[in-house]
């Protein structure tokens, strides 16, 4: 049955993502400030039960038309071996069919970083970033008989810009589904649906002082980690919280 959280939540953010970088990043801010609002949790098990878990690994996935607002990841691909050269030659070859369109090399890095490679790349970037540092601060922590995995549904993943923090604000915002498994029956055992959110300061001045901290990137990772342990901590209550 599809989490009633995040099916209410694709649509407003595919809406956002088409009418551009600013519209992403004013509902940003706001899913950061409506953190508290839209989280649930349920977890089945009693203290005892956590305490025997082992946590086997970690999965990550991702919704349907999941919203991938990062930069940086971008970025990241234009580096890997022989995708800049790709770039060169695609306006070698507009230059020759002499489109004036093609020619500008913006428009051929933009088509680059908007192909399925590029998206692909991303997505697997931050796959990356979230098992790490969910088995780095989690998974130690649960090394009990219980074999158990955890499953990551990643709906969203926003990082503003610079410039979109000095315009309208903004803070990074990871929107994603944390689903506890029995890794014999697959059994559901625990869910977390909460929005996490890093700090970062907007305006001129602030993104100025920001700069000296850490990546946007690695807050909202280090946010959602601490709400993963918070949740697995907590016994069942018997209802939802």
């Known amino acids: 049955m599809p989490n009633a959280h995040a099916t209410d939540r694709e649509p407003i953010l595919q809406r956002s993502a088409r009418r551009g970088p600013i519209s992403m990043a004013c509902l940003g801010l706001g899913l950061a ?10 977890n089945t098990l009693s203290a005892p039960e956590l305490a025997g878990l082992r946590i086997e690994g970690v999965d990550v996935r991702y919704g ?6 990062w930069r940086k990841g971008k970025v990241a691909y234009l580096r890997e071996p022989g995708v800049e050269a790709n770039v060169k030659r695609k306006v070698k070859m507009a230059e020759a069919r002499a489109d004036a369109f093609e020619q500008d090399e913006a428009s051929a890095e933009s088509k680059v970083l908007n192909s399925p490679e590029a998206k692909a790349f991303v997505r697997k970037k931050l796959s990356a970033m979230i098992t790490s540092r969910l088995a780095a601060n989690v998974l130690p922590l649960y090394q009990g008989t219980r074999p158990v995995r955890l499953e990551v549904t990643v709906y969203s993943f926003a990082i503003p810009s610079p410039f979109m923090r000095v315009v309208v604000g903004g803070a990074p915002t990871l929107s994603a589904v944390t689903v506890l498994k029995d890794a014999k029956t697959g059994a559901e055992l625990a869910r977390l649906d909460k929005m996490a959110a890093g700090t970062a300061f907007s305006g001129a001045l602030g993104v100025a002082l920001d ?3 850490a990546d946007l990137e690695d807050r909202v990772l280090r946010s959602y980690t601490q709400n993963v342990l918070r949740w697995l901590s907590t016994p069942s209550s018997g209802r939802p919280s």
């Not at 400030?33 to 349920?42: P, T």
């Not at 349907?64 to 607002?69: D, K, V």
């Open 64 to 69: 349907p038309n999941a919203i991938i607002w």
């Open 33 to 42: 400030l409506a953190v508290s609002g839209c989280a649930s949790s349920i």
């Open 211 to 213: 700069q000296a901290g």
